[in-house]
């Protein structure tokens, strides 16, 4: 099984920017599609954005225009750049294999003033 680990979660205050980063211990990482899915308190995991392994993405409605899912395959690493960032996007923030068992163990991202 892949290993995921996610980094660059923190607090940050509405109107700014956090790059996420999951790093994968395999390098079967590019052949897959990988997935940032978030869960706030209370609320059932979402998937935010999505790309596949050639680099083809989609987004959640309430994400476009403000993240950008990317992926680095020479560092079996895939990001989310967020930006102009909400209260709502509070939440823990995974990645995932799509298709697959292996998801990271989460950061957390907070949205306040």
């Known amino acids: 099984q892949v290993q995921l680990v996610e980094s660059g979660g923190g607090l940050v205050q509405p109107g700014g920017s956090l790059r996420l980063s999951c790093v994968a211990s395999r390098s079967i990482f590019s052949r897959y599609a990988m997935g940032w899915y978030r869960q706030a308190p209370g609320k059932q995991r979402e998937l935010v954005a999505g790309i596949t392994s050639h680099g083809n993405t989609n987004y959640r409605d309430s994400v476009k225009g403000r993240f950008t899912i990317s992926r680095d395959n020479a560092k079996n690493t895939v990001y989310l750049q967020m930006n102009s960032l909400e209260p709502e996007d509070t939440a823990v923030y995974y990645c995932?294999?799509?298709?697959?068992?292996?998801w990271g163990q989460g950061t957390q991202v907070t949205v306040s003033s």
């Open positions: 995932n294999m799509i298709g697959t068992s292996s």
